[in-house]
């Protein structure tokens, strides 16, 4: 299986500011890579797929890049409603796997 | 819009068989993947398999020996079952839409997730 490291496991940030979010892929993954975020009681929400396109809808203050093993997810300037926790996931081969996650919590 | 939502009982014994539904509204079931997903209390993601439209299916090897997934094309529904549940199996139980593009597959649609527990 292909391991996902994610970090920072957690994070705290103030609005306006800037966050970056990384996962490490085992091996490489060739871009295939999603990030998605999840807040408590709703569904899981796709941002960004195939490591740097942004979905439909998304703002444009995400940002996904990266190749190989390496991935960022950045948000550029954080605004009230991003306070969530994020979460990569590669599926370059199964079985389909996911980085622990990312809490970003209010400063 | 393409909505999803879990449904199936929240409390299942140890043993038995946890049996879940995915009912797709706003769109059809034909044409894509439909996949199953978990998340353990206090745990990160893990995902059970996904099933095409045609039937076909891919599971996780940890799962493989007890998971079935399933799908109804005339009810537009998809669904799970996991055999011998431990309270390991304890868990939110996520349905999602999968896309398919240059085989990279991502989930873009998400039930809000069902909360199962296993517990005599």
């Known amino acids: 299986d292909i391991q996902m490291t994610q970090s920072p496991s957690s994070l705290s940030a103030s609005v306006g500011d800037r966050v970056t979010i990384t996962c490490r892929a085992s091996q490489d993954i060739k871009n295939s890579l999603a990030w998605h975020q999840q807040k408590p009681g709703k569904a899981p929400k796709l941002l960004v797929y195939?490591?740097?396109t942004l979905e439909n809808g998304v703002p444009s203050r995400f940002s996904g890049s990266g190749s190989g093993t390496d991935y960022t997810l950045t948000i550029s300037s954080l605004q009230p409603e991003d306070f969530a926790t994020y979460f990569c996931?590669?599926?370059?081969?199964?079985?389909?796997?996911f980085g622990q996650g990312t809490r970003l919590e209010i400063k | 819009q393409v909505h999803l939502l879990e449904s199936g009982p929240g409390l299942v014994k140890p043993s038995e068989t946890l049996s879940l539904t995915c009912t797709v509204s706003?769109?059809?079931?034909?044409?894509?993947?439909w996949s199953w997903i978990r998340q353990p209390p206090g745990k990160g993601l893990e995902w059970i398999g996904y099933v095409y439209h045609t039937g076909s299916t891919n599971y996780n090897p940890s799962l493989r020996s007890r998971v079935t997934v399933s799908v109804d094309t005339s009810m537009n529904q998809f669904s799970l079952k996991l055999s011998s549940v431990t309270a390991a199996d304890t868990a939110v139980y996520y349905c999602?839409?999968?896309?398919?593009?240059?085989?990279?597959?991502?989930?873009?649609?998400w039930g809000r997730g069902t909360l199962v527990t296993v517990s005599s």
């Open positions: 195939t490591a740097s």
């Open positions: 706003g769109g059809s079931i034909s044409t894509y993947y």
């Open positions: 996931q590669q599926s370059y081969s199964t079985p389909i796997t």
């Open positions: 999602a839409r999968v896309v398919n593009t240059l085989s990279i597959l991502y989930f873009d649609v």
